[in-house]
């Protein structure tokens, strides 16, 4: 059974920067697209940024500028690195990978980023 295991968050003063760590555990897999999603208190989840295989990549405007997404195909891993964070930016930030070939949608269990103002 394949788990992902966010790493990385936390608090933050406004202008500061995180990086976001996202690893498969459990079991051997290799992934498709790979992204990060946020959801903020009282909002939908949504797409923060997202990376393809080839490398690929695709931002929200709300961070585009700020955030780069990269991706280790070896070790299945995607991050996400956050400059002039925001308070705006305060959510809980989830990973998501689409198992090559399969198609199958995996998710991890949240990781929690608050900027102070």
């Known amino acids: 059974q394949v788990q992902l295991v966010e790493s990385g968050g936390g608090l933050v003063q406004a202008g500061g920067s995180l990086k976001l760590s996202c690893a498969p555990s459990g079991s051997t897999v290799s992934f498709n697209a790979m992204g990060w999603y946020r959801q903020a208190p009282g909002k939908q989840r949504e797409l923060v940024a997202a990376?393809?295989?080839?490398?690929?990549?695709n931002y929200a405007d709300a961070v585009k500028g700020r955030f780069i997404i990269s991706r280790d195909n070896v070790k299945n891993t995607v991050s996400l690195r956050m400059n002039s964070l925001k308070p705006e930016d305060t959510a809980v930030y989830y990973c998501n990978a689409q198992e090559l070939f399969v198609g199958r949608d995996y998710w991890g269990q949240g990781t929690q980023v608050t900027v102070s103002s």
């Open positions: 990376i393809s295989r080839s490398g690929g990549t």
